[in-house]
């Protein structure tokens, strides 16, 4: 028997109280499928997934069942950035799951459509569909359109650093901001919401093909009504689960496409805390390990040239997926019922690449321009690079690992010894570097900034600020136990673990250490003292005598849900989620 049909014998009141909704009552011996999204006014990537839910809806009762909406809207990591908001930014993703596991467990129900778009609302939605295990489906929300001369988002942080140094008047600054964001949808660059969507499709949980559509394209509206359908059917008849659908080799999967798109280093965190859910361990070690010698395709920004409106045109993950098909397990299961494999080769018939370049030669003309496809997913043998686009460094400073998105750095800072400033707050050192109290050559320091110290923010103005300056972003690096932005780009390095708050010995650094950084050895370690090379078991012995006169600081936040997951959150490196077991 449905979950949903034992539910009513165990609880009479189900019924009548659906009645009062508005089901009739032969909807109540239907497939009941929960749709769940992050439809809200608060961002682009969210304010039209109403849309996308109706047409899930739609489709589940084409086929037979009746779908009942359910909301738990995110939050904007731009919005947020620049303030404190940002802080409660990481700690949304636990909430959405959360909540999502509140919803369909006080309610059970039969199948599940998941319908999100960005930075948090994806992984969230991720986590708690693996909680919940009924068949799933997830439809990625889409992203949203590039404005005039191909503006983004994620160049405002520029434009803003120029305008704070008077390289820029305020009547161009506005001009970006009134042009960035021009249709609803994810940001158009690989950030962290189109990595994430990305990962959805290449987890085999999104239908192919599905991932990163234009957020306004009658196609996405077809996916939607699609993945209604698609739920009730693996209610009645399929069975299948997401944790019957995801194994490691899926992660495997996905990780190798992250490293093809050169996506988010932000993965570093949800990939591992999805993986969690599903009882699998996935670490920073596995990156670095499929990333070492992995193929790195997608000319996209920020790292590379074009928007990610152009993603769908060129082929999408599916055409990801056939030029990196080697690397793939090809027999990973999918919420199609068929293999990885199985869904490459029906696309290739069912005019899906077809369809694709039609879009593409519509871009084009309506925008003069003369994009081929290859220009935007570079085939195999003309990679952009060959060592994907992720490193974890380790060392005496970082020994559970700290991140860099190398395909976004200078190559000039793959290697260096940097002089050591830091600063205990992302305020201090923003300021320090736009009024030029930081110099080439130093090793800029932001710490307690990860989850336990105040929730782990984006470092993305301070991020911008350095590499939008000509000098300092070919010269420096940052180094944080916080995050960046998955639009960030430069030297930095984040995720630094163990991390300040935890007595990580990034919180034993002092002005004038020095710092030893080589990307391709994977190395970040303290090389001196006091502006003086050491040996390390000398450098050892002086942080030893620092970590006796430490002490954390004092809890940020006293109440609340900050207080909460920075009590209880895991390591950076581990992907930050809620350990409970760290009561």
Known sequence: M??????????????????????????????????????????????????????????????????????????????????????????????????????????????????????????????????????????????????????????????SAKYERGEIDKEKLDWAKHNACPSCGACSFIGTASTMQIMSEALGLALPGSALLPATSPDLLEYARKAGAQAVRLAQTEGMKPRDIVTKESFENAIMVHAAISGSSNALLHIPAIAHEFGIEITGETFDRLHRSAHYLLDLRPAGRWPAEFFYYAGGVPAIMEEIKSC???????????????????????????????????????????????????????????????????????????????????????????????????????DAVLHHRVQPGDAVFIRYEGPKGSGMPEMFYTSEAISSDQELGKSIALITDGRFSGASTGPVIGHCSPEAQAGGPIALVEEGDLIYLNVMERKLEIVGIAGKRMSPEEVGQVLAERKKNWQPKPPKYKKGVLRLFSKLAASPMKGAYLDYDAE
């Not at 793939?328 to 370049?357: I, S």
């Not at 085939?379 to 976004?408: F, Q």
């Open 328 to 430: 793939l397990h090809l027999d990973a299961m999918t919420v199609t019922g068929k293999t990885l494999g199985e869904n490459l080769e029906e696309l290739k018939k069912n005019g899906f690449y077809e369809r694709c370049q039609y879009w593409l030669d519509q871009s084009n003309a309506r925008r003069g321009l003369t994009v081929r496809k290859e220009d935007i997913i570079r085939p195999y043998d003309r990679a952009i690079g060959t060592e994907g686009s992720v490193a974890v460094l380790k060392g005496n400073l970082a020994p559970e690992g700290a991140v860099i998105k190398h395909t976004a750095c200078p190559k000039e800072m793959f290697e260096a010894v940097l002089t050591a400033r830091p600063f205990d707050s992302e305020e201090e050192c923003i």
């Open 2 to 159: 449905l979950p949903s049909q034992e539910l009513r014998k165990l609880a009479p009141e189900v019924d009548p109280l659906r009645i009062g909704c508005g089901w009739k009552p032969e909807d109540l011996d239907k497939v009941q499928v929960f749709i769940e999204s992050t439809f809200g006014d608060s961002h682009p990537g969210s304010c039209h997934l109403d849309r996308l839910v109706e047409k899930a809806r739609q489709g589940v009762a084409e086929a037979g069942g009746y779908g009942a909406r359910y909301f738990c809207t995110d939050m904007c990591d731009g919005e947020s950035q620049g303030h404190d908001g940002i802080n409660f930014s990481l700690a949304s993703r636990e909430t959405i799951a959360n909540m999502i596991e509140i919803q369909a467990n006080a309610t059970p129900f039969d199948a599940g459509v998941f319908i999100a778009s960005c930075d948090k609302g994806m992984p969230g939605n991720l986590m708690g569909l693996a909680r919940l295990n009924i068949p799933s489906v997830v439809v990625p929300g889409g992203t949203m359109a590039a404005g005039p001369d191909l503006l983004t988002l994620e160049q405002l942080g520029m434009y």
